[in-house]
């Protein structure tokens, strides 16, 4: 979990359950049957839990004064300190990836091609542990030294990708639970839910503002082969690639 910085977003997430069952995901193989026999939170007591639990933290983290209709800036600049604190830690791991899809959440702008993508997660979940399966039979079978490195690093940046785009999926689900529970009270007034919308905004902005560039050069290894796995480059293709080329032939 310390590779991954979740507890440094616990508070905003909640409890994440997806590396407990990431062992089961692995073991089903290449022809390991249907993940949906993996357990799931989605439709289980804990997902509730977990709902309801984080709703009462992040309605505490909102100093909003009911009574007289306003937030306490004081006590909300001092709140971000904090978010902003967590959001600095988490960035120096790998969860830095999953602040995209917090802030999304927080800031209510997930759209509905991506919700589509997320109830299509399992099924996806399931092709990323086939191909890691693949490259780990062609690592096994024994490769040119070159061509053993790409290998690897591409079954690193593909395992690691997979545990974050696990993470998310099970963070999008959760926090719009919690969003929806957090903005549709019945028991508050318009205002206060308008001051609920804006604080949210405010803390998904921090999370936005923290996102960095994935591309630059200048990133840690384990970030680059993780993105490089997300957008499907593989190093052996383009080791290939470059071995295919026409070589320059010297006279």
Known sequence: MGMFGIEHLEDYIGSITFLKHLPIFLGTGVNGGNLSQVPTEKDGQMTNDHVRTLTSKLLQ???INVD?????QKN?????RKIEHDVEAISKTLGVMLLDTTSAAYLCTQSSK????????NSHLQSMVQEIMRLQDKLDRGWSNPLYEAQEEDIVGKILWTCLHGICL?????LEKVVHCVLNDSLISPKVQGMR????QEMGNIFKSAVPDF???DQ?????VTYNAKLGILRQQLYNDEQEKPQEHKF
């Open 61 to 63: 983290r909102m100093p």
């Open 68 to 72: 007289k209709d306003c937030i306490d």
């Open 76 to 80: 909300w600049r001092s709140e971000k």
């Open 114 to 121: 991506e919700m589509g993508v997320r109830l299509r997660g």
């Open 170 to 174: 099970e963070i999008e689900e959760v």
């Open 197 to 200: 919308t804006k604080l949210l």
């Open 215 to 217: 591309q630059g050069d």
């Open 220 to 224: 840690p290894y384990l970030w680059q």
